[in-house]
């Protein structure tokens, strides 16, 4: 969801409100978080870290 939503982003936008920071901004995010991601992502299909993980946004999300 992240490459296509970045790519929907620079391809369906008007070319009128085209800045060239913003430009830089997608393309770094687009060509960063994705890899930057990835082991989280991969690291979820092993049971104890999903567990802990869940564990950690129950006491986040309770315990304030």
Not at 3 to 18: D, N, Q, R, V, W
Not at 29 to 51: F, G, Q
């Amino acid at each position: 969801s992240l490459f296509i939503s970045t790519g929907m982003f620079a391809y369906l936008k008007p070319p009128s409100t085209s800045s060239p920071s913003l430009d830089l901004v997608m393309a770094v995010v687009y060509s960063v978080v994705p890899p930057a991601v990835n082991p989280l992502i991969y690291s979820m299909r092993n049971k104890e870290l999903k567990d802990a993980l869940w564990q950690l946004a129950q006491w986040t999300l309770f315990h304030r």
